[in-house]
């Protein structure tokens, strides 16, 4: 091979790197920032590694007495990891990291399969820059996961329909399946596109016998789905974690009502009683912390907030500028490469591989678009990270479309007509945010976006293709591309720069425009809070003697630090959110006779007020039985000690340490 031949091949590796690199550096960069992430998560992690039960039960405390309202795939990732390196944010920070970079790879290796490498190329680049990508991979959340998984499926399943390969087909649905035990329902929404996208492409195969590979298909997908589900609920319920999050201890009930029906419903169809998801409501959720129990090491103060997205539904919910802003910089590209490829096809110049991959892509896009505008339940911007592979892929094969149209037109008119609407679609996204100030890095950041945008536009709009400054074409339209990059980097940015609410990661250009002083009174409260953290600890520690809990408490907001920061065994007497049905007064009463628990604490951190009938009557039951212990003793603080300026419910979050077993 000569030199000639095999620099292309070099530049274009090289141009691969470097979009990995970039890639990495904004996933890596500053990650400490985010600490653990969702404590509630990283607890479960760090209970997982010192217990193959309860690694294998998904449990959220080391002796697994009640579960996380996850399935566990996505979590045993983050304990390889954690096993590997040791247990410690960055590890698990690094799982999401390496998942994310593994997803731009397979854009890029996929999409230049049959579109070319500068498709591919195109494509990793937007996945690289995706906000929303960016925000999850930077979180401790399952979107980035269940996106590598869904994108092997994608490849397995071009794979079937190139060689007609049965096998091929069922690892398609297979991991389907496995995306199934990282976030249950969401990964089943790409299952009718792997269908119709095989019995449309696989035309080697007769009709018949497509219908019996896909029903084959089906079937393993649903045992593959089912089979940790299944595992869990056949356990007699005595030798298993609670199933949290649900009523009557199953993890089927989990699947098919919190984690499903719960998702698409509208909250006023739902019981009164029900809440978000445990992993999706937290005080991490855009709550300030104002409580002098266990607390993150460097938690970022901010203002309360709804605590997931309210937008309406309808067609246009994920068309709103914020919305498009997390994921969808370069829709006129996702456009113009289908309407390109449906004409192509009309016409008969569209390749077969070509085909597979839009029907994937744009039945991917389509699908959790549809679900995602119209679901009525709880639903979390952060969602929209699983949209990121599929559009970045038909970004990137419109503007390669459209670099080949040349051959076809004499010119270049189509790229700039284009280049000229992703212009104007960025302003639409942007122009709430502008201020118009030529002195304002926000204002000559876009000017110089749409200078680039616009200069490339029109360029490439009079270039003749006949004279010889033709050949100067791919590098303005190249500077037309990275004018489309710079605002969707800028936002990428604001979850780099400025720590995000770490539960419900979004990107916020206002961060970064509108940067927050330091809160000199909140760091002050968080050392004032992690002494009584520590006191806490200390106190149950020099207490434990053979009982089996250090501590129970009402719900996972208390647990979940004691669990990660100590190792120490905690007991959740009501789940995520203390409402958990999973002990009764008596079986408490039991458990304490025989010598399990001891100390047990009341009030306190919460998202809800305990106000059911059964927590209150299990309140008094500890009330009655259970000596307070002096609050001088373990550190414990009002929410008015700590933070005077607390008003309404907070007032009433005081927490109360009881001994069940007073020193004679």
């Given amino acids: ?35 653990y992430g969702r404590e509630y998560y990283a607890a479960g992690v760090r209970s997982m590694l010192g217990s193959l039960h309860a690694f294998l039960y998904n449990a959220f405390d080391p002796l697994a007495f009640v579960s996380i ?31 994310g970079l593994v997803a731009i790879l397979l854009v890029y290796k996929i999409v230049s399969r049959h579109f070319g490498a500068t498709a591919g190329r195109v494509a990793a680049l937007c996945l690289a820059l995706t906000p929303i ?10 979107e980035s996961c269940l996106t590598m998984v869904l994108l092997i499926a994608v490849w397995a399943l071009i794979r079937a329909t190139e060689t007609t390969r049965l096998h091929w087909l069922l690892l398609a649905f297979g991991l389907v399946g496995i995306g199934f035990n990282v976030k249950m329902a969401a990964a089943l929404i790409l299952a009718p596109t792997i269908c119709l996208t095989y019995f449309l492409s696989a035309t080697g195969v007769p009709i018949r016998q497509r219908l019996t590979q896909l029903v084959q298909g089906g079937v393993l997908m649903a045992a593959v789905a089912l089979s940790w589900v299944a595992f869990f609920d056949l356990t007699p319920a005595s030798d298993r974690p609670y199933a949290g999050s649900t009523r009557g201890n199953s993890m089927f009930e989990l699947t098919v009502v919190h ?38 090491s460097h938690p970022t103060p901010q203002v309360r907030k709804a605590r997931w997205d309210n937008t309406p539904t309808g067609a246009l919910r994920l068309a709103t500028p914020f919305h498009a802003a997390q994921v969808d910089w370069w829709l006129p590209f996702v456009l113009a490469g289908l309407l390109l490829s449906i004409n192509r096809f009309r016409i008969g110049t569209l390749t077969k591989g070509k085909q597979t991959q839009l029907m994937v892509w744009a039945g991917w896009a389509l699908s959790y678009g549809i679900v995602f505008s119209f679901a009525g339940g709880v639903f979390h911007t952060y969602y929209l990270g699983v949209l990121g592979a599929p559009l970045a892929a038909l970004a990137g094969i419109g503007w390669a479309s459209l670099l080949e149209r040349k051959y076809e037109t004499g010119g270049y008119r189509d790229l700039a007509l284009v280049l000229g609407l992703t212009g104007i679609w960025q302003l639409y996204i942007e122009y709430e945010h ?14 110089g976006a749409i200078l680039l945008i616009g200069a490339a ?55 970064l425009i509108h940067p927050k002083p330091p809160n000199d009174l909140a760091a002050s409260y968080r050392q004032q809070a992690r002494g009584r953290y520590r006191k806490l600890v200390g106190f149950l520690r020099s207490n434990h003697e053979a009982e089996l809990y250090f501590v129970a ?15 120490l065994s905690v007991m959740t007497m009501g789940g995520y959110l203390g409402r958990d049905p999973i002990l009764k007064p008596e079986e408490f009463d039991q458990k304490v006779q025989a010598g399990e628990v001891r100390f047990v604490m009341l009030g306190g951190p919460s998202i809800v007020t305990p106000d059911s009938a059964a927590e209150k009557r299990m309140a008094a039951w500890i009330r009655a039985h259970g000596t307070l212990v002096a609050r001088e003793r373990w550190g414990g603080a009002s929410v008015g000690e700590s933070n005077n300026r607390a008003t309404g419910p907070r007032k009433r979050e005081l927490s109360q340490l009881f001994d069940l077993r007073p020193a004679k």
């Fill in 553 to 567: 408490v009402p719900n996972a907001m208390q647990a979940a630090p004691l669990i990660l920061h100590s190792g």
């Fill in 259 to 296: 984690n499903g029906l719960h998702r698409f419903l509208p909250s006023t169809a739902r019981d009164s009683s029900s809440l978000p998801s445990a992993t999706e409501t937290s005080l991490e959720v855009g709550v300030e912390r104002t409580h002098p129990e266990p607390v993150p």
């Fill in 434 to 447: 502008l201020n118009w100030a030529l002195n304002a890095w926000h204002g000559l950041l876009f000017m």
């Fill in 1 to 35: 091979m000569t030199s000639k031949q095999t620099d292309p091949v070099v530049r274009s590796a090289l141009a691969l790197v470097c979009i990995i690199g970039l890639a990495a550096w904004l996933r890596l960069w500053h990650l400490d920032a985010n600490g």
């Fill in 457 to 511: 536009s029109t360029l490439l709009w009079l270039l003749p293709a006949s004279l010889k400054i033709n050949q100067f074409a791919p590098l303005i339209a190249a500077s037309g591309l990275l004018g489309s990059i710079l605002l969707p980097a800028a936002w990428a940015l604001s979850v780099v720069m400025v720590r995000p609410n770490v539960a419900a990661p979004v990107a916020n250009i206002s961060v």
């Fill in 133 to 142: 990508s960016v925000a999850v991979d930077r979180s401790n959340n399952t």
């Fill in 69 to 99: 309202d996850k399935p566990p795939v996505a979590l045993w990732m983050q304990v390889l990891t954690a096993k590997v390196l040791g247990f410690s944010a960055f590890s698990l920070m690094l799982t999401q990291v390496l998942e």
